[in-house]
């Protein structure tokens, strides 16, 4: 089974400018998770969504950032003009369903760089 | 999200069994004990779980405390692919499906 697939790895924007990461889940997956790593800092939660729904954004910044998973395709993580500050390792995860003892498989992250 | 205590650093050698603990006293009888390790440059691992009895896999073995408040990830034998940071986490039933990392025990694994 393929794993959780991030891409880009790497993204470089320029201030102002718009950027999209996308995950695909592993197969059979329909839960996904949005985490950034800051520069020296640890992983923060950002979102969790199953297909077509947000079920917990307490961790997305109010501005600038969304986040979807529709019926069909990966899950895009969307920062608009994007900032020095969101240079970060964003790693997406998923698990199989909604239960406490399944665990989140992560992908290798894409990291974001702000010119 | 209950909390969790793990030392910054630790440090083995090759081949030798790496005991890494965390501490979680405030624990509440249904949260679930994970550990997730970070490799450099790459995503979090899961690596193990757990909510009251001992566990093992593959990959490591869980020692979980009889009053759960302290926990130890057992690797039998270090190997230099097992360097990096691991996470002792805490799942609260009810609450979000979150992971809430914390800063983790750096692992150094000498050759």
């Known amino acids: 089974n393929a794993g959780v697939m991030q891409n880009p790895r790497h993204l470089v924007r320029r201030r102002g400018q718009e950027a999209r990461l996308r995950c695909s889940p592993m197969?059979?997956?329909?839960?996904v998770y949005w985490y950034r790593q800051l520069p020296e800092e640890g992983l923060k939660f950002m979102v969790y969504l199953q297909k077509e729904n947000i079920i917990d954004e307490s961790g997305m910044p109010k501005e600038r950032f969304s986040a979807e998973f529709p019926k069909e395709g990966p899950s895009i993580l969307r920062i608009q003009q994007v900032v020095r500050g969101d240079s970060a390792a964003y790693f997406c995860?998923?698990?199989?369903?909604?239960?406490?003892?399944?665990?989140?498989?992560f992908g290798d992250g894409t990291r974001l760089s702000i010119l | 999200d209950a909390k969790t205590t793990q030392p910054n650093s630790m440090e083995s050698n090759e081949e030798e069994p790496v005991h890494l603990p965390c501490n979680h006293s405030t624990i509440s009888g249904t949260d679930y004990i994970h550990w997730y390790r970070q490799l450099p440059s790459q995503g979090p691992e899961y690596v193990i779980h757990?909510?009251?009895s001992n566990v093992n896999n593959r990959m490591a073995s869980l020692a979980i405390a009889e009053d759960r408040k302290s926990s130890t990830l057992i690797l039998h034998r270090a190997t230099l692919r097992d360097a990096a940071v691991y996470y002792c986490?805490?799942?609260?039933?009810?609450?979000?499906?979150?992971?809430?990392f914390g800063k983790g025990t750096k692992l150094t694994v000498n050759p």
């Open positions: 995860a998923s698990s199989p369903r909604d239960r406490l003892n399944q665990p989140q498989h």
């Open positions: 197969k059979g997956h329909s839960h």
């Open positions: 986490i805490l799942r609260a039933q009810g609450g979000s499906e979150k992971l809430v």
């Open positions: 757990g909510l009251t």
